[in-house]
């Protein structure tokens, strides 16, 4: 089946642009900076740069079989120097070797699993994103699933987050890239079935969340995800405007939106492959604030800058769900992108203001910086009575509390249903985007407890759980029967330039979520408590 569109009133492009002089949507992204990529049973006469990824020093012999037996020598006795010690993510650069411009020697570890093989080929990504001259990555011996894996990890390893950079980015176009492997045929198709997809996933979710404010803003990123599942089968996608959004009764995310001159749009794109079990679809719901001034509460200066990031959960949702549409996978999968953008004009919602959400529930403004869990409010509620949803995951840079517990290793877990919180553990173990489990105490009720409404945005700095608090809110918007967690992604978003990344979006959350709705268990109605 071809994609059906479903655009509801989207407002004219010509006149918005008139009046904010704004990009074009359809600028959305850069292009990105990738290798284009070949697999080959047999070496290519040397040039350019070597990878070879390492677990050991006894595995420079079969990667190594690209150098003649002085150069490998050569490599062996810099490896023993240098005291390399063969650890995930470590490296060694080697230059004047035989006749290669670089060896790039990636440490992998003594046992390592899908998730280390990816990350070693970010690693080599990113470390080799400027140069110029082609790439071979050595993986004979390896199996072929870790091949792909690196060929991923390389893709994902390479973007770039200097967007507005023209001349860097033009001067930096990068050569080939082949890949030595011993089934390269079956590796390719693998590769460019699924690895691909989520490649380009990434480069999409993170440019996005990238971008500043005067680039994405609710209606830009609905054009930006348009162009991006254009043509894919078994995709439809719908944009709710303020006036589909009045006719829901979405008062909480029509709230948000009610200080800024750039509506608000609820984004559903669901997409359902061949061999998709039944049961409904799983619903992944993010918060998409694309400027967060803080509105009426309005922020610190200096931390205002960054909130470009605040969109970083609709971003992942709609990026992990087109992976697997790219991809074709048989699954059943639905994101809800609840985009706004939060400013402090003379419609702003204020402190002590009462909404209500679409479920007909009435919420109390504490603080209108509080506003990511009223966007997400909307859409839980639009999730539970429209898509009869198998699970219900929403992800959101929610809280500067989590931050403080779990600092920048962890994503905060929060879920009343063990068995979901259990699948979405292992999914984040095998991809390495590692979730802590924090409580949904029962006091936080009494927290978001309001005299005037049915419940208030936020717990107050006295009960000192923020985290659990928003979560509890978030919580409240969905059916207790419906399986439902919370990620709460404030710490691992957003960052500087690490080993495997540069500075900005981590796109965190597309491969975990995309790994979950794969590996997706249809949880019993004993297990749904």
């Given at each position: 089946m071809r994609a059906r569109w479903v655009v509801c009133a989207v407002l004219g492009l010509s006149a918005l642009s008139a009046a904010h002089a704004q990009p074009r949507p359809d600028a959305v992204p850069a292009p990105a900076l990738q290798r284009p990529v070949t697999f080959a049973a047999q070496a290519?006469?040397?040039?350019?740069?070597?990878?070879?990824?390492?677990?050991?020093?006894?595995?420079?012999?079969?990667?190594?079989a690209v150098l003649d037996e002085a150069a490998r020598a050569a490599v062996a006795r810099a490896l023993t120097a240098e005291d390399f010690k063969y650890g995930a993510r470590k490296t060694v650069s080697l230059r004047g070797v035989g006749p290669w411009d670089r060896i790039l020697i990636v440490g992998l570890g003594e046992t390592p699993d899908a998730a280390d093989y990816q990350m070693a080929g970010a690693?080599?990504?990113?470390?080799l994103a400027t140069e110029k001259t082609p790439l071979t990555l050595a993986a004979k011996g390896l199996p072929a699933a870790a091949v792909t894996e690196l060929a991923t990890g390389l893709g994902i390893g390479e973007y770039r987050s200097d967007i507005f950079q023209d001349g860097r980015r033009k001067a930096a176009a990068p050569a080939p890239a082949t890949i030595l492997a011993d089934a390269p045929a079956e590796i390719e198709t693998a590769f460019r079935t699924r690895g691909r997809?989520?490649?380009?996933?990434?480069a999409w979710t993170r440019d996005v969340s990238n971008h500043p404010a005067n680039v994405v803003y609710p209606e830009s990123f609905v054009a930006s995800a348009r162009a991006q599942f254009a043509g894919l089968r078994g995709v439809t996608f719908e944009a709710l405007d303020v006036p589909a959004m009045e006719r829901l009764k979405m008062g909480a995310i029509l709230g948000v939106g009610r200080g800024s001159a750039r509506p608000p749009r609820m984004l559903i794109v669901r997409y359902r492959g061949a061999g998709a079990p039944a049961g409904g679809p799983i619903v992944l719901a993010g918060k998409g604030i694309t400027f967060d001034s803080g509105g009426i509460s309005l922020k610190d200066p200096p931390n205002m800058g960054a909130m470009r990031m605040d969109m970083s959960?609709?971003?992942s949702v709609v990026?992990?769900?087109l992976a697997l549409a790219r991809a074709q996978a048989p699954v059943d999968v639905v994101a809800i992108a609840a985009l706004a953008e939060n400013m402090p004009d003379g419609a702003a919602i204020r402190p002590g203001d009462v909404l209500t959400a679409m479920n007909g529930k009435t919420i109390e403004i504490v603080s209108t910086d509080a506003e990511g869990r009223l966007v997400l409010a909307d859409a839980l509620a639009y999730a539970g009575a429209q898509l009869q949803p198998a699970a219900v995951v929403d992800l959101a840079t929610l809280t500067?509390?989590?931050r403080t517990a779990l600092g920048d290793d962890y994503a905060g877990l929060f879920s009343r249903h063990e068995a979901l919180a259990a699948q979405l553990t292992a999914a984040a173990d095998a991809v390495d985007e590692p979730v802590w489990r924090l409580p949904l105490h029962e006091s936080y009720a009494k927290d978001t407890s309001s005299t005037y409404a049915d419940i208030k945005n936020s717990g107050g700095t006295e009960s000192g759980a923020g985290a659990g608090a928003g979560a509890h809110f978030i919580g409240e918007f969905i059916g207790r029967e419906?399986?439902?967690a919370h990620l709460d992604i404030a710490g691992v978003a957003y960052g500087p330039a690490g080993d495997w990344k540069p500075d900005g979006s981590a796109g965190y959350g597309v491969r975990l979520l995309e790994r979950f709705v794969r590996d997706w268990r249809p949880i019993p109605p004993a297990e749904k408590k």
């Open positions: 290519a006469p040397p040039a350019g740069v070597l990878v070879l990824p390492l677990g050991k020093a006894a595995d420079l012999a079969a990667r190594g690693v080599a990504g990113r470390t997809a989520l490649v380009d996933a990434m959960g609709a971003a990026g992990a769900v500067g509390a989590v419906v399986p439902w």
